[in-house]
């Protein structure tokens, strides 16, 4: 299977456990590594939060909270070590439409009820689904969000305080820089992107991002260069977040309005959170922890929507920067957390001094460690359909969202594999060995809802011998339309007053069709694989599958 780019890197390590309770795995160096990690994260975080607060149109420190809540509470019981979670803008812009119509305070108790959604998921163990999500979309989904954070940046390359990014699109229609000061950032952002190319050749003491904010913006504090700062986006100096009870009534009209955005919310949060999961787990190599996953990200959205934060799901950007940086273990998503809770408590006045270029580079370089590039090489080798299902993914999720792509592209992809199976089926006639003048067609292929009416094609009941022997020995009857579809080649055998017989069914085939008048030949090797449907005793039909 080809993998993502961007766990290129990690098939030659070999991992320790790093969810494991043995705490001899946090040495001195891991734990430096881990905090040093998490701060350049928090450090990402802080202008994308601020971002997606203005998409949602709600304060700064309402995505700030959230960001912080959602990131501790998943680093601590997430499913997978290693992830960063926080405000996304794919949630950011389903919100808009509430805050707009009804106020923030929905939005808290929305918050709520999609982290209730949420748990409910993890419970029932639904998180295991994800599995179904082909390679093809996959890849489609990593390249659409790289082009996604690539456009995001596009954003702070416009005048200070004339737009902001929604993490989805270029947002904001301001002016965009000229002149001295669009140099002045797009040399910052290449110095930034250089930094981290060239500084893991040097040392692995600090991790390569941190490395270049921290440079660069030594660089314009100590030159005193006029290039645009965090603080020009807002002020993220606050307080401790508060425990506040959505103010909305406690009735059904309340929860007419707030359950679809929450089901909605609840749907593409763990979307995002499980594929994301999926592909940290490329990089450490651990697989697991879906269910685990969705009860975490519930449970930090219940918080947070109790502490006055927007709610939030897994960032992909930020898990990149993490795992790249050397985060492993937990302490590196909590470390991310709380550094990002002292720069709202006590380090506003530094932080708003980080020249926004130091992160746009930062993120560019996320963008071109996370885009699959050999996905480009790869589409002449491929069959026509996993290419097209690549292309779809990524242009819906860079135009619509990234829900959205995943089901367009998982239903693309259940349909074309469908198609070709419908094709498969075939049969060989021959006369029998053991009945003299009875003509046997071996069928070869799955009968299914999609090769049913190839099925009906195989056979010629007005010219065939009055016994007829199908064997299915080379296929496989897998749902109720195949069960229907033999029901009805017995019918006109039947009618023709001829003698239609099957072999090698399975035992569920031989009690459904028995019940319905077939003759059925018993063989010591007929196949054991159970069917997807069940049969009514009391009205003679089949029904929907166990």
């Known amino acids: 299977m080809t993998k993502p ?11 320790p456990d790093w969810n494991s309770p043995d705490l ?28 997606f607060a203005f998409v949602a149109g709600v304060h700064p420190l309402v995505g700030l909270y959230a960001a912080f809540m959602v990131g501790l509470i998943t680093a601590l019981i997430g499913g997978r070590p290693g992830m960063i979670s926080g405000a996304t803008g794919a949630l950011a812009v389903v919100m808009v439409a509430l805050v707009a119509e009804h106020g923030v305070e929905y939005l808290f108790a929305t918050v709520v009820l999609m982290g209730v959604l949420q748990i409910a998921a993890g419970i029932f163990r639904l998180g295991k689904f994800i599995r179904l999500v082909p390679h093809p979309v996959m890849l489609g989904f990593v390249n659409g969000l790289a082009i996604v954070i690539f456009l995001a940046q596009l954003s702070q390359f416009q005048v200070p305080g004339s737009g902001g990014g929604d993490g989805h699109a270029i947002a904001g229609s301001g002016e965009w820089m000229s002149g001295a000061p669009l140099y002045i950032m797009l040399a910052l952002t290449a110095l930034t992107m250089v930094i981290i190319w060239a500084t893991p050749k040097f040392t692995k003491a600090i991790p390569a991002p941190l490395a270049g904010i921290a440079l660069v913006a030594a660089l314009v504090i100590g030159l005193g260069l006029e290039a645009p700062r965090v603080g020009d986006l807002a002020s993220i100096k606050g307080g401790l977040p508060a425990f506040h009870l959505p103010v909305v009534p406690l009735n059904f009209e309340t929860l007419e309005i707030i359950f679809p955005y929450a089901l909605i919310l609840a749907a593409i949060g763990l979307i995002e959170s499980l594929l994301t999961l999926n592909l940290v787990g490329e990089i450490t190599h651990k697989r697991g922890g879906a269910s685990q996953e969705c009860v975490a990200q519930g449970a930090a959205n219940v918080a947070t929507g109790l502490f006055g934060g927007m709610g939030g799901c897994a960032m992909i950007g930020q898990s990149m920067i993490n795992v790249k940086s050397g985060g492993r273990t937990r302490l590196s998503g909590i470390a991310a957390a709380l550094f990002l809770l002292a720069f709202i408590l006590f380090g506003s006045s530094l932080i708003e001094q980080i020249p926004l270029a130091a992160l746009v580079g930062v993120m560019f370089m996320v963008v071109i460690g996370t885009f699959a590039w050999q996905s480009l090489r790869i ?9 097209f299902v690549i292309i779809l993914v990524t242009a819906v999720t860079v135009m619509h969202d990234l829900a959205v792509a995943v089901v367009v592209g998982v239903i693309v992809s259940a349909l074309a594999y469908a198609w070709n199976n419908a094709k498969r089926i075939h049969a060989i006639t021959r006369d029998s060995h053991t009945e003299a003048g009875a003509k046997v067609y071996e069928i070869d292929g799955p009968l299914f809802f999609g090769s049913t009416e190839g099925f009906a094609e195989l056979f010629t009941p007005a010219e065939d011998p009055d016994v007829v022997i199908v064997d299915f020995l080379r296929s496989r009857v897998v749902d109720q339309s195949a069960l229907q579809a033999i029901e009805d080649l017995a019918g006109k055998y039947e009618a023709l007053g001829k003698t239609l017989r099957l072999r090698h069914l399975t035992r569920d085939c031989h009690k459904l069709l028995n019940r319905a008048g077939q003759l059925l030949v018993d063989s010591d090797d007929d196949p054991e694989y159970g069917l997807a449907v069940d049969y009514s005793v009391r009205t003679g039909t089949f029904g929907g599958g166990h």
């Open 379 to 387: 589409m002449r080798r491929i069959p026509l359909t996993d290419a």
């Open 5 to 15: 780019t961007f766990a290129a890197f990690a098939e030659r390590l070999t991992l």
């Open 24 to 51: 001899s795995i946090y040495t001195p160096s891991r734990i430096k590594t881990e905090v040093l990690s998490g701060l350049t994260v928090a450090l990402a975080l802080v202008p994308e939060a601020v971002a």
